[in-house]
């Protein structure tokens, strides 16, 4: 009895343990997925949780003495200093290292209540940070396995503390334990779930004012800049993070579009900027404002399009070709001397605005646009302004354009060269370049995106043709679920803008396709099937508000009418004329109605005992299989008293089994009794489970004299 005690003891801490660590990793994988989080605190947060699964299961030995731990987070102390003026130089950043350096420790060494205890504070505590600085669909998933967690820890740790409290073993043993607890866990977890997300959709909030108050700081995201460096654009091409979710108003796809954010006109050799920008503010007027003039050609193709961007750090708007005309919820917008677009402040996360562009055609295939568009001499001075350049550079570009008569011809030779004869790749240099453009078309001859913009603005400036390079992001990739087209980080692109007599700037992208193949197929699905689910966690659940409700409850009418329900129209006919409305109702369903709550009543009396004797009828063939348990015993006992109390012979509550047994006739099946007796207490005090199959015989026997 002791052994299975022990037994049922080990295996509760161990669920307990692993419980606990779930309740800790969902509160880690929750601010990690908000991307506040660097990478060595992720890579020592994990490592602390793998190192206690292993602990917990076994599988490594590691005793930490309470000296080498004090001493450890001392020096750690000494270390924040460190962390904070040369490392982190944040305070917050270096006071998130420490916390989750001491919380690493807590996991590691957690023996006793109290340990445990503040191992739940802290998961608590890291759910509690994620929910104010994410507002993401991973934080739902963290949530949902926090409350799984949480619920088996409750219950295991109930459980740990009876065991503690109690000596004598369980009546019915712990067999089954883990499924059975785990199955409880899910149900309560889910059951919380669906009743807290009902709520939700019956109760709507103000989500703007809910997050204007969170604590939210914006992340920072590489792909998009108003000063382009070469080498920088590369580095982060490999983030797959969405920056832009574009939906297109028309059927028609619209492949190779490039989402324009800024255009940068000087260059020193290595970096582009705009060294003396200028802008005008154009106001806008509830909500709309017109930015360019429609074209005056019918052949230009226009498109309009919906943008929701992310917390970005950025004030850039995107545009696909030429937007006229623009709605957005600001007060004014700024319009650059570069032909880019701006806002006064950094937008808030999920901000949109719907614009309407004019998509530039190719200047072969229309007339020009305004043959007397002509750039002023100052413009032009500053597009055709190159830094030194290695003399074969210019050359190069004359070599290239000997054949061409006009400016369009010597940038599509331009661009044609570069694409063909130069591959595309993210490896960067192994050391610093001191002419990267040189080194780039005459040595290496491979490169990404900004050294083949650069190379062909730089060679068009040194022809005499006014040029500058544009930053922003190809089209990205069309998800049919959520029907977006989205955009991610890895999507940001260079490209060039170049002045032609009769059509003005002009499109020109001379980088040639990335080799490289794309991932799998299988993980791209599912990377669509993630997206979606944040952009109905975005637009569900951050969003919700008594609009988005609203739009909800006409979702649903329209979905039952499709299906011949019509509750809205059916309530509009009670308020007039109730009683006919009932009646009718009553002829209609009154039959269904009332087959419906016979069953239900049915159920409701005869479910219960039903259940029972299915119950006691697996248990009774568990039994006579020879797979027992110590709870059996009662059972058949229970059994026997019943047969007893039929035949008239009912046991007195303070009788013993053997008292009652005494007093019974000598007859047959009172010797049977005796032996049934005996039998029973070798079982349930004994230990003895092998006698099952003979307490089962004795039962039929009696079963059998009785009748």
């Known amino acids: 009895m002791?052994?299975?005690?022990?037994?049922?003891?080990v295996s509760v801490e161990r669920f307990f343990q692993f419980s606990l660590l779930g309740l800790v990793a969902s509160g880690y994988l929750a601010v990690a997925g908000s991307g506040y989080l660097d990478t060595p605190t992720i890579v020592l947060a994990a490592f602390g949780l793998a190192a206690r699964a292993l602990l917990i299961a076994g599988w490594l030995r590691l005793q930490l003495s309470e000296r080498f731990v004090t001493v450890l987070t001392l020096s750690y102390i000494a270390f924040f200093s460190l962390d904070y003026f040369l490392l982190?130089?944040?305070?917050?950043?270096?006071?998130?290292?420490?916390?989750?350096?001491?919380?690493?420790?807590?996991?590691?060494?957690?023996?006793?209540?109290?340990?445990y205890l503040y191992t739940a504070v802290i998961a608590f505590l890291e759910l509690l940070a994620a929910a104010i600085l994410s507002v993401n669909f991973n934080f739902f998933l963290s949530l949902a396995l926090f409350l799984l967690c949480a619920m088996a820890t409750l219950t295991?740790?109930?459980?740990?503390?009876?065991?503690?409290?109690?000596?004598?073993?369980?009546?019915?043993?712990?067999?089954?334990?883990?499924?059975?607890?785990a199955v409880l866990s899910v149900s309560v977890t889910a059951?919380?779930?669906?009743?807290?997300?009902?709520?939700?959709?019956?109760?709507?909030?103000?989500?703007?004012?809910?997050?204007?108050?969170?604590?939210?700081?914006?992340?920072?995201?590489?792909?998009?800049?108003?000063?382009?460096?070469?080498?920088?654009?590369?580095?982060?091409?490999?983030?797959?993070r969405p920056i832009l979710?574009?939906?297109?108003?028309?059927?028609?796809?619209?492949?190779?579009?490039?989402?324009?954010?800024?255009?940068?006109?000087?260059?020193?050799?290595?970096?582009?900027?705009?060294?003396?920008?200028?802008?005008?503010?154009?106001?806008?007027?509830?909500?709309?404002?017109?930015?360019?003039q429609p074209g005056r050609l019918p052949a230009f193709r226009h498109l309009g399009y919906h943008v929701e961007?992310?917390?970005?750090?950025?004030?850039?708007?995107?545009?696909?070709?030429?937007?006229?005309?623009?709605?957005?919820?600001?007060?004014?917008?700024?319009?650059?001397?570069?032909?880019?677009?701006?806002?006064?402040?950094?937008?808030?996360?999920?901000?949109?605005y719907d614009a309407y562009s004019r998509l530039e055609e190719q200047p072969e295939n229309s007339p020009p646009a305004d043959a007397s568009t002509v750039m002023g001499l100052a413009a032009r001075q500053r597009y055709l302004e190159v830094p030194r350049l290695d003399p074969r550079i210019p050359a190069l570009a004359r070599t290239l354009t000997a054949n061409s008569a006009t400016d369009l011809e010597r940038a599509r030779s331009l661009e044609r060269h570069l694409r063909r004869d130069y591959g595309y790749s993210l490896q960067l240099p192994q050391q610093e370049i001191a002419d990267p453009l040189a080194y780039f078309l005459f040595t290496r001859k491979q490169g990404y995106c900004e050294y083949f913009a650069s190379a062909m603005a730089v060679m068009l400036r040194s022809l005499g043709i006014p040029s500058r390079l544009v930053t922003g992001f190809q089209s990205g990739i069309y998800n049919p679920i959520s029907e977006l087209w989205v955009v991610r980080a890895s999507d940001a692109h260079s490209w060039v803008e170049g002045w032609i007599p009769g059509y003005g700037w002009t499109t020109f992208d001379p980088t040639p396709p990335d080799p490289n193949p794309p991932g799998s197929a299988l993980l791209t699905s599912l990377g669509l099937?993630?997206?979606?689910?944040?952009?109905?966690?975005?637009?569900?659940?951050?969003?919700?508000?008594?609009?988005r409700q609203g739009t909800l409850a006409d979702r649903v009418e329209q979905g039952a009418r499709s299906v011949g329900v019509r509750w809205f129209d059916s309530l509009a006919g009670l308020q007039t004329d109730w009683q006919t409305y009932l009646a009718a109702w009553f002829r209609r369903f009154g039959l269904?109605?009332?087959?419906?709550?016979?069953?239900?009543?049915?159920?409701?009396?005869?479910?219960?005992?039903?259940?029972?004797?299915?119950?006691?009828?697996?248990?009774?063939?568990?039994?006579?299989?020879?797979?027992?348990?110590?709870?059996?015993?009662?059972?058949?006992?229970?059994?026997?008293?019943?047969?007893?109390?039929?035949?008239?012979?009912?046991?007195?509550?303070?009788?013993t089994p053997a008292e009652f047994a005494a007093s019974l006739p000598r007859a047959e099946w009172g010797r049977t009794v005796t032996e049934f007796t005996v039998t029973y207490n070798a079982w349930r005090f004994g230990g003895r489970t092998d006698v099952a199959p003979r307490l089962s015989h004795l039962l039929d026997r009696l079963e059998r004299q009785e009748s």
């Open 191 to 240: 059951g919380i779930l669906v009743l807290t997300g009902g709520l939700f959709f019956v109760l709507p909030r103000t989500a703007d004012a809910a997050l204007s108050r969170l604590a939210a700081h914006r992340i920072h995201m590489p792909g998009f800049s108003d000063e382009v460096t070469l080498g920088d654009i590369g580095e982060i091409k490999t983030s797959s």
């Open 245 to 292: 979710h574009v939906r297109i108003f028309s059927r028609d796809r619209q492949p190779g579009l490039k989402w324009r954010g800024a255009a940068l006109a000087d260059f020193d050799g290595k970096r582009w900027a705009n060294l003396h920008p200028r802008s005008d503010t154009i106001p806008v007027d509830n909500g709309h404002v017109e930015l360019n």
């Open 88 to 115: 982190s130089r944040d305070f917050l950043t270096s006071t998130v290292h420490l916390v989750f350096f001491l919380a690493v420790v807590k996991i590691l060494t957690a023996r006793t209540s109290r340990d």
């Open 592 to 655: 269904l109605l009332g087959a419906l709550l016979f069953a239900g009543a049915a159920l409701g009396f005869l479910g219960p005992p039903l259940l029972r004797l299915l119950r006691l009828r697996h248990r009774f063939r568990r039994v006579r299989s020879g797979h027992a348990g110590m709870g059996d015993a009662t059972l058949l006992y229970r059994r026997m008293l019943h047969i007893l109390k039929r035949r008239g012979y009912q046991k007195p509550p303070w009788f």
């Open 529 to 547: 099937y993630l997206d979606a689910a944040q952009t109905y966690w975005r637009d569900w659940v951050v969003s919700y508000d008594a609009t």
């Open 2 to 9: 002791a052994r299975a005690e022990s037994g049922a003891a």
């Open 309 to 352: 961007m992310n917390a970005l750090d950025t004030d850039a708007l995107f545009f696909a070709g030429i937007p006229e005309r623009l709605d957005i919820r600001q007060s004014a917008v700024l319009r650059t001397d570069t032909g880019a677009y701006r806002l006064n402040q950094l937008p808030p996360p999920g901000f949109r």
């Open 156 to 181: 295991s740790a109930e459980i740990r503390r009876s065991l503690h409290r109690t000596p004598a073993a369980p009546r019915t043993g712990l067999k089954r334990f883990h499924p059975r607890l």
